[in-house]
């Protein structure tokens, strides 16, 4: 069975951390760009950051960027999404997928959802005091 699985979710203090992490079984993550977005109550789901299928180039929404910082290990079959200084505002189910990630008609790396990728079944990351 093709799926992603992500752990490391939990409860946290605003100013702490939590590293998340993606499991792929059923197939190999490595030929795969690795995505994680979120999605809070009454909100859309967002794009948070993005890897390449070699870890070279990474992209990073404006909201989490220098406080977070994906990884993987292809070796593992594994993704990771470290996040630091945690906010209130962080608070979301936080998602696994393999996105579409190119370079847009500006030269600039997009990271989107893909409808038709593989998308794990979330991990729940609250921030509060």
């Known amino acids: 069975q093709v799926q992603l699985v992500e752990s490391g979710g939990g409860l946290v203090q605003p100013g702490g951390s939590l590293k998340l992490s993606c499991r792929a079984s059923?197939?190999?993550?490595?030929?795969?760009?690795i995505g994680w977005f979120r999605q809070a109550p009454g909100q859309e789901r967002e794009a948070i950051s993005c890897?390449?299928?070699?870890?070279?180039?990474?992209w990073y929404s404006d909201l989490t960027k220098g406080r977070s910082t994906i990884s993987r290990n292809n070796a593992e079959n594994t993704a990771y999404l470290q996040m630091n200084s945690l906010k209130p505002e962080d608070t979301a189910i936080y998602y696994c997928?393999?996105?579409?990630?190119?370079?847009?008609?500006?030269?600039?790396?997009?990271?989107?959802?893909?409808?038709?990728?593989?998308w794990g079944q979330g991990t729940q990351v609250t921030v509060t005091s």
């Open positions: 890897l390449d299928s070699s870890g070279t180039n990474e």
């Open positions: 059923g197939f190999a993550l490595a030929p795969f760009p």
């Open positions: 997928a393999t996105p579409k990630f190119y370079y847009n008609d500006h030269g600039s790396l997009a990271c989107v959802s893909d409808p038709l990728g593989t």
